[in-house]
């Protein structure tokens, strides 16, 4: 897969006080190891449900189904279409291939074991919360929402599947590859010294996303990704493509900005939805550390990113380090020296370990679901940054937070 493939297929997928506390380094926070290249024999299937089969769906659908522990069970997706030809792809019988709004219900119903959300944002709350509520395991896309209610709402989800003993992860690729691991590890672990600054930066150049006109209703702007072009359905371009690296920098520094300050723009042709392609966000955290990021999405060949770019620099005062979607990814002198190296083919080879270690942590009974904190702490700082943006002024954290607004989408005239 090249980098612009990646691009297109990444635009697919994707209580305050606890929110705004450190995070805590954890055994359960280290990346999964590869899986053996030897086949490995299954002692049981999980029965398995996947709401959503555009893009990024029906192709991790097939990366469950090839892991060979899980058994494909039922499928859901708006469009009958869909969910009948890849259902068929994936052997599931032509009974349990559901659609519409509420497919995901007869998913629930059909008597699987476990669910793959990774449909369009905006639901995932809702159909969360409804597989938790009923028992089910539940493997989820990024991000987890597109607004504050939606994220929080994923975090009580997330804590009454522990309660009830239930897998609840979420699909971030870099945290599962070592060499960024080692890097985010050294830094929060103080290998730079005091930090001083952070670049990060979240660049698609290439032509990414058609934003069609509006229709009759929203039934055109559930597929093909057009919907990453409204915040209310896929919380904007940096939240579903930049988050990636809003993430590695938050485990890397181990807590949250307090503020945003942003300015953003639309520079595709005929702009139809309210995603900003292009933002600049400056965010800051209480003891005056600066951390600037920069979006760009559109027909651009950025001299820094001619094929797209996820990177973070971060600089302190003994020493500097970088992650990295793909590229290089090291710390560069200090006492915690680190060479590092290039990080490869992490798209897929970052969901196949997440697929395993979603079925380890289920057969085995591991349910810390440390995933789901993190991605909602991953998914406000991407609101924070897109409403400061969108705004042009400067926000806080813990007020966008109080203020808790409600993204809501016209569902008028779709099949229910």
């Not at 670049?199 to 058609?210: D, K, T, V």
């Not at 042709?269 to 995603?275: I, L, S, T, W």
């Not at 966008?400 to 779709?414: H, K, P």
Request: with cysteine; net charge positive; charged share 20%.
């Amino acid at each position: 897969m090249n980098r612009r493939q990646f691009i297109e297929k990444t635009l697919a997928a994707t209580a305050v006080g606890t929110i705004l506390g450190a995070f805590e380094t954890r055994a359960e926070d280290k990346p999964e190891q590869a899986a053996s290249q030897a086949p490995r024999q299954y002692k049981r299937r999980i029965k398995l449900g996947v709401v959503g089969l555009g893009g990024r769906g029906n192709w991790i659908a097939g990366l469950f189904r090839k892991h060979g522990g899980y058994e494909m069970h039922a499928v859901a997706d708006y469009f009958p279409g869909v969910a009948d030809a890849n259902g068929a792809a994936l052997g599931v019988d032509s009974a349990r291939r559901f659609s519409s709004l509420s497919g995901y219900k007869r998913v629930i119903e059909s008597g699987v074991e476990a669910i793959v959300i990774i449909d369009v944002p905006y639901f995932y709350p809702e159909q969360a919360e409804a597989a938790v509520d009923a028992g089910l395991h539940v493997y989820m896309a990024k991000p987890v929402a597109a607004d504050v209610p939606g994220s929080l709402s994923i975090g009580r989800t997330g804590r009454r599947a522990t309660e009830k003993q239930r897998v609840f992860l979420v699909d971030y690729q870099m945290p599962t590859d070592p060499i960024n691991a080692e890097v985010i590890r050294r830094v929060a672990a103080g290998g730079l010294g005091p930090l001083q600054t952070i670049f990060s930066n979240g660049a698609a150049g290439g032509s990414i996303l058609s934003d069609l006109p509006l229709t009759a209703n929203l039934e055109s702007r559930l597929q093909n990704l057009v919907w990453v072009n409204d915040d209310a359905l896929g919380c904007g371009y940096i939240g579903n493509y930049d988050i990636h690296i809003v993430d590695a920098v938050l485990r890397a520094m181990g807590r949250l900005p307090v503020s945003a300050e942003g300015w953003g723009a639309r520079y595709r042709p005929e702009p139809h939805g309210d995603a900003l392609d292009s933002t600049c966000v400056l965010y800051g955290f209480d003891d005056g550390t600066v951390w600037n990021h920069q979006s760009v999405k559109g027909k651009c060949e950025a001299w820094f990113a001619p094929n797209g770019s996820l990177v973070a620099e971060i600089q302190g005062r003994d020493a500097s380090a970088r992650v990295s979607y793909w590229g290089k990814a090291y710390v560069r002198g200090g006492a915690q020296h680190f060479g590092g190296g290039p990080v490869e083919n992490l798209y897929e080879a970052g969901a196949v370990r997440n697929i395993a270690a979603f079925y380890d942590k289920v057969t085995q009974g591991r349910f810390a679901n440390e995933t789901v904190q993190r991605a909602v702490d991953s998914a406000l700082v991407c609101i924070l940054g897109r409403e400061a943006a969108a705004q042009r002024k400067k926000l806080m954290l813990a007020e966008v937070i109080r203020t808790n607004r409600r993204l809501e989408a016209d569902l008028r005239g779709l099949k229910t």
